[in-house]
């Protein structure tokens, strides 16, 4: 019994915390002016519905009395506030106690100003019941927005509208993320089989390709310590660390523009012409006019973002647009060269997305999710930025989340990369067995069907979700059972891909008797001399794909 009295202790204190808690909403406030000036606009209120209701009519006038703290009977008009909304301002009181000379004195609901973070207005039971009218904060900035728009003589309703479970965004959110997979997935897949099946050619230093970078096990461990440092560390620091990161997306993206762009540039009929000789750094190569000039025009891109980025009305559009040639950049380089590797990257980022977004809230002082505060912004930072590693895109509905907490909804970067990496293997090794892309289609439909399922988990709990929970377990088990049922599971789980475990033809010993062809590339082996050429019938059917299809390479190559 008395071993059990701490826990009855903690319980109890639990319950009375939870009670305790202060419930808020987000609504809006109404402006017009009285004199028929500029059109109405709204502004973002915090209240506590607890208090009362908010109202939905336009007849109450806003009055400014934020000259006085509405303390004491002594801070109340003389004829007081009959039928109006009275501009308190926050301080040297509690809410009940300004509320209750409000209500006194006739006033039809109650605008607290602070200068300081909006909380909600609380209370208890016993003050809840006594008090008839709304009250809700609103933010000294806006305060000063109003009466600088519309003057003195003003008009204000509060009322806060349903909020709908998804916006329309969310629509347009989706069509970019699966279509940025399943472009990059492509595109990745096709690149790499291209390069394993003819000789690179030397035809100019722009017409050369980037070499792919394979993840290693050791690889994966590093960027995933590497992606919990640098969020911590923009936690605790995001002021200082937030430009660091803008620069970085401005030089990445401007990159990324440029490898999606180029090939389209260089179908061009004009500006072939080089830069004549020199001794300039990457001049002395002496590319061609049209590239330079889509270099210029994707730095353009890149700074002019930067020095808009805050425009909430254009610059989201930018963002997208560097964003999604970022991750098509990102998905054209980096290589996953297994289904293991694939297997082994998503799981420990899934464990990574999980724990920043539901285990931190209980570590951290303020009780917030590290990941969402850092992908959000934090809402005490100085410097108001925000981080460009997110697709966004403004809600298209008019509510009090859109104008008061999250005018964007946002969807990392990593939740398209990290997917569409394994839909990039699947395209690869849908060529390598020719199966008519059925993985590359099947994983990309994966993806989609995670994305649906996220957004609808982000309308019933309302709040931030990681993407990956639910991402990764569609993708990998979709992946995974169509391998185990085409009975291709072994070969798919060890890829025995284009770079390193291409399988030896069951002509090479016959082919070791004779002198052995040279393997510099597919051109010189139609060019041996007529004594080389009579090892070749003894190649049997079953000729790896590569060499079966020369039609298929010259397509290739032009």
């Given at each position: 019994?008395?071993?059990?009295?701490?826990?009855?202790?903690w319980?109890?204190?639990?319950?009375?915390?939870?009670?305790?808690?202060?419930?808020?909403?987000?609504?809006?406030?109404?402006?017009?002016?009285e004199t028929g000036g500029?059109?109405?606009?709204?502004?973002?209120?915090?209240y506590?519905p607890?208090?009362a209701?908010?109202?939905?009519?336009?007849?109450?006038a806003l009055?400014?009395?934020?000259?006085?703290?509405?303390?004491s009977?002594s801070?109340l008009?003389?004829k007081?506030?009959?039928?109006?909304?009275?501009?308190?301002?926050?301080?040297?009181?509690?809410?009940?106690?300004k509320?209750r000379?409000?209500?006194?004195?006739?006033?039809?609901?109650?605008?607290i100003v602070?200068?300081?973070?909006?909380v909600?207005?609380g209370?208890?039971k016993?003050?809840?019941e006594e008090?008839?009218?709304?009250?809700?904060?609103?933010?000294?900035?806006?305060?000063v927005?109003?009466?600088?728009?519309?003057g003195?003589?003003?008009?204000a309703?509060?009322?806060?509208?349903?909020?709908?479970?998804?916006?329309?965004?969310?629509?347009?959110?989706?069509?970019?993320?699966v279509?940025?997979v399943?472009?990059?997935g492509?595109w990745?897949?096709?690149?790499?089989?291209?390069?394993y099946?003819?000789?690179?050619?030397?035809?100019?230093?722009?017409?050369?390709?980037?070499?792919?970078?394979?993840?290693?096990?050791?690889?994966?461990c590093?960027?995933v310590?590497?992606?919990?440092?640098?969020?911590?560390?923009?936690y605790?620091?995001y002021?200082?660390?937030?430009?660091?990161?803008?620069g970085?997306?401005?030089?990445?993206?401007s990159?990324?523009?440029?490898?999606?762009?180029s090939p389209?540039?260089?179908?061009l009929?004009?500006?072939?012409?080089?830069?004549?000789?020199n001794?300039?750094?990457?001049?002395?190569?002496r590319p061609q006019?049209r590239?330079?000039l889509?270099?210029?025009?994707?730095?353009?891109?890149?700074?002019?973002w930067?020095?808009?980025r805050?425009?909430d009305?254009?610059?989201w559009?930018?963002q997208?647009?560097?964003?999604?040639?970022?991750?098509?950049?990102?998905?054209?380089?980096?290589?996953?060269?297994?289904f293991?590797?694939?297997?082994?990257?998503?799981l420990?980022?899934?464990?990574?997305?999980v724990?920043?977004?539901?285990i931190t809230?209980?570590?951290?002082k303020?009780?917030?999710?590290?990941?969402?505060?850092?992908?959000?912004?934090?809402t005490?930072?100085?410097?108001?930025e925000?981080?460009?590693?997110?697709l966004?895109?403004?809600?298209?509905?008019t509510?009090?989340?859109?104008?008061?907490?999250?005018?964007?909804?946002?969807?990392?970067?990593?939740?398209?990369?990290?997917?569409?990496?394994?839909?990039?293997?699947?395209?690869?090794?849908?060529?390598q067995?020719q199966?008519?892309?059925?993985?590359?289609?099947?994983?990309?439909?994966?993806?989609?069907?995670?994305?649906?399922?996220?957004?609808?988990?982000?309308?019933?709990m309302q709040?931030?979700?990681?993407?990956?929970?639910?991402?990764?377990?569609?993708?990998?088990t979709?992946?995974g059972?169509?391998?185990?049922?085409?009975?291709?599971?072994?070969?798919?789980?060890?890829?025995?891909?284009?770079?390193?475990?291409?399988?030896?033809?069951?002509?090479?010993p016959?082919a070791?008797?004779g002198?052995q062809?040279?393997?510099?590339?597919?051109?010189?082996?139609?060019?041996?001399?007529?004594?080389?050429?009579?090892?070749?019938?003894?190649?049997?059917?079953?000729?790896?794909p590569?060499?079966t299809?020369?039609?298929?390479?010259?397509?290739?190559?032009t």
């Amino acid at each position: 019994m008395t071993a059990a009295a701490p826990t009855v202790v903690w319980l109890r204190a639990a319950i009375l915390l939870f009670v305790a808690q202060v419930t808020c909403e987000y609504g809006m406030v109404r402006v017009v002016s009285e004199t028929g000036g500029p059109k109405g606009k709204d502004y973002c209120i915090l209240y506590n519905p607890q208090w009362a209701h908010l109202p939905h009519d336009l007849g109450k006038a806003l009055r400014d009395w934020t000259a006085s703290m509405l303390c004491s009977p002594s801070d109340l008009p003389a004829k007081g506030f009959s039928n109006q909304i009275p501009l308190v301002m926050r301080g040297n009181c509690t809410f009940y106690e300004k509320v209750r000379l409000a209500q006194g004195s006739g006033a039809r609901g109650l605008l607290i100003v602070s200068k300081e973070t909006l909380v909600p207005p609380g209370g208890n039971k016993t003050q809840y019941e006594e008090i008839g009218i709304p009250v809700a904060l609103l933010s000294h900035k806006d305060m000063v927005d109003i009466f600088k728009s519309f003057g003195r003589a003003v008009r204000a309703a509060l009322h806060a509208p349903n909020e709908p479970l998804l916006d329309y965004n969310m629509v347009v959110i989706f069509i970019m993320a699966v279509g940025t997979v399943a472009l990059g997935g492509y595109w990745a897949g096709s690149r790499d089989v291209r390069k394993y099946m003819k000789h690179k050619r030397d035809d100019g230093p722009e017409k050369q390709e980037d070499e792919a970078v394979d993840v290693t096990p050791v690889m994966t461990c590093v960027f995933v310590v590497m992606c919990c440092s640098m969020l911590v560390l923009l936690y605790y620091f995001y002021d200082h660390l937030v430009y660091v990161i803008i620069g970085i997306f401005c030089l990445a993206s401007s990159t990324g523009l440029y490898s999606c762009l180029s090939p389209l540039v260089q179908r061009l009929p004009f500006g072939k012409c080089r830069v004549p000789d020199n001794n300039l750094p990457y001049f002395h190569k002496r590319p061609q006019v049209r590239m330079l000039l889509l270099a210029l025009f994707c730095v353009a891109v890149s700074v002019v973002w930067g020095v808009f980025r805050n425009e909430d009305q254009w610059a989201w559009i930018l963002q997208d647009a560097l964003g999604i040639a970022f991750c098509l950049y990102m998905l054209k380089t980096i290589r996953l060269p297994t289904f293991k590797a694939c297997t082994l990257l998503l799981l420990v980022l899934f464990v990574y997305d999980v724990f920043f977004v539901f285990i931190t809230p209980f570590l951290t002082k303020s009780g917030n999710s590290i990941m969402v505060e850092v992908a959000t912004g934090p809402t005490d930072s100085a410097t108001h930025e925000k981080l460009p590693m997110v697709l966004k895109v403004p809600r298209l509905n008019t509510s009090p989340l859109a104008l008061c907490d999250r005018p964007f909804s946002l969807l990392g970067f990593g939740d398209i990369l990290v997917p569409g990496l394994l839909v990039a293997y699947c395209h690869r090794f849908d060529i390598q067995v020719q199966s008519s892309r059925i993985y590359f289609v099947a994983c990309t439909i994966a993806y989609g069907i995670g994305l649906l399922v996220t957004f609808m988990a982000l309308a019933l709990m309302q709040r931030g979700q990681p993407a990956l929970l639910y991402l990764v377990p569609c993708t990998l088990t979709t992946s995974g059972a169509l391998a185990l049922w085409r009975r291709e599971l072994g070969m798919f789980w060890t890829g025995s891909g284009f770079a390193k475990d291409i399988p030896q033809p069951s002509w090479a010993p016959a082919a070791a008797q004779g002198p052995q062809p040279p393997k510099e590339s597919e051109a010189t082996l139609s060019q041996q001399p007529p004594g080389e050429a009579q090892v070749m019938p003894a190649l049997p059917a079953e000729q790896p794909p590569e060499l079966t299809e020369p039609k298929d390479v010259a397509g290739v190559s032009t």
